[in-house]
């Protein structure tokens, strides 16, 4: 079945520095989405890319959706406290409508 | 509040007991879906549900079962609990068309814990 890997597991970053994660699918994927998880909160959808090549911003954070449709990152600019959290990226394989989500970064950032 | 509503927040009960979890998606929304989530694990999909019917199958015990009743909201039956049954439940809803089909609105999950 389709697997989406997600790496890193975890990552602590100064406040101010910038963060990455990355996702990695086994197969060709119809879009990707990314969701935050603060702690103890629950998953919260950010954004969706649907186009190879895609990229959006919101604010401090960069999505990108390779080419091949294949892979995803989020990238965080001037990480701040408030962006502490897990990081979920979640796929569609092609053809299909179910959504495969990565094991997610969890993301902390010491002041 | 995200409009999807679980209930109970949170349950403590022991092995071999039985337990339903409960959700109510966000208004207009017509599928269900439900995931487990271990302490420091990623989001583990169990079922989806459209419209009353089941969707798409994940890694649901044969000890779970669930269903989505006519006025769309969800049950999640768990029965012969186990230690390793201990997780967050989460239950998530999404349009019924559009862009936006597959787009999840998370509950707040229900946390279950089996002593």
């Known amino acids: 079945g389709q697997q989406v890997m997600q790496i890193p597991q975890y990552q602590h970053v100064q406040e101010g520095e910038d963060f990455t994660t990355y996702c990695n699918s086994s197969?060709?994927?119809?879009?990707i989405q990314w969701y935050k998880q603060r702690p103890g909160g629950h998953p919260v959808f950010l954004i969706q890319l649907v186009k190879s090549g895609e990229v959006k911003k919101q604010k401090r954070l960069t999505f990108q959706f390779g080419e091949a449709k294949k892979n995803s990152s989020l990238h965080i600019t001037a990480t701040q406290t408030t962006d502490v959290g897990t990081y979920f990226c979640a796929g569609i394989g092609a053809g299909s409508y179910q959504l495969t989500f990565g094991k997610g970064t969890k993301l902390s950032v010491i002041p | 509040d995200s409009g999807v509503t679980q209930t109970p927040k949170h349950l403590i009960t022991a092995t071999g007991q039985r337990v339903t979890l409960r959700c109510s998606p966000r208004?207009?929304?017509?599928?269900v879906y439900w995931y487990q989530q271990s302490l420091d694990q990623g989001l583990q999909f169990l079922i989806q549900y459209y419209n009353g019917e089941e969707r798409a199958k994940g890694n649901i015990l044969e000890r779970f079962s669930a269903q989505q009743f006519p006025d769309l909201h969800s049950e999640l039956n768990l029965s012969s609990l186990e230690l390793g049954d201990s997780a967050l439940y989460f239950c998530?809803?999404?349009?019924?068309?559009?862009?936006?089909?597959?787009?999840?609105?998370f509950g707040a999950g229900s946390r279950l814990t089996v002593l």
């Open positions: 197969t060709t994927l119809s879009n």
């Open positions: 208004s207009g929304d017509l599928s």
């Open positions: 998530a809803s999404s349009p019924r068309t559009g862009s936006g089909a597959n787009v999840l609105t």
